[in-house]
């Protein structure tokens, strides 16, 4: 899959929001548009985290109500084999999941809904950037958790992953 990515709202917005996660290697273009604002970009390879949900500059908020403390958020198409596992690792760390299908023709929707997924049903057009985006700005939390459909959250503490969060997370800005 990819890095991951644990940012402040504040932060990524300050690069330049998800158009700083563009180009063919949008990590380093991230940690460059950091390292010039003087902040510093932490990289762990083998996972995705993504702070990007929630009221933002790309996008109308998804929702209505309290703002979730953690998104779960992935693309998905014909995953039915794959996808169960995936958001049962998820349910009791995310607040709530955002499945951006690109055209599933098998029962992937009818999966994630059971789980209690919001799915938005799109388009596979080869652009990966374009439904990541589209998926991201579904998501209403303050952290986005970015996961693949055939990946699980391996977290065996995820109350203190949740404290930790709820910790650095700017509850204070407006």
Same mark, same amino acid.
């Given at each position: ?14 690069? &330049? !929001?998800?158009? *700083?996660?563009? $180009? %063919? /290697? @949008?990590? #380093? =273009? ?5 390292? +010039? ?14 702070? &990007? !949900?929630?009221? *933002?500059?790309? $996008? %109308? /908020? @998804?929702? #209505? =109500? ?5 998104? +779960? ?102």
């Amino acid at each position: 899959s990819g890095p991951s990515l644990a940012l402040r709202r504040a932060t990524l917005e300050a690069l &330049g !929001g998800l158009g *700083a996660l563009r $180009g %063919p /290697d @949008p990590v #380093t =273009g991230l940690a460059r548009a950091a390292a +010039a604002e003087g902040r510093t970009l932490v990289v762990a390879e083998g996972s995705y985290l993504h702070h &990007g !949900g929630g009221p *933002a500059p790309w $996008g %109308p /908020d @998804p929702g #209505t =109500g309290p703002r979730p403390f953690v998104s +779960a958020c992935l693309i998905t198409r014909d995953e039915e084999r794959n996808l169960a596992r995936c958001l049962a690792s998820v349910e009791g760390f995310a607040d709530e999941i955002v499945v951006h299908d690109t055209g599933s023709r098998d029962r992937t929707v009818k999966i994630a809904r059971a789980h209690g997924a919001t799915v938005a049903e799109g388009r596979w057009d080869g652009d990966f950037a374009r439904a990541r985006n589209e998926a991201l700005a579904r998501c209403r939390g303050e952290w986005v958790l970015w996961i693949a459909a055939d990946d699980a959250l391996a977290c065996p503490d995820r109350a203190a992953v949740r404290r930790w969060l709820a910790a650095v997370s700017p509850h204070d800005e407006g």
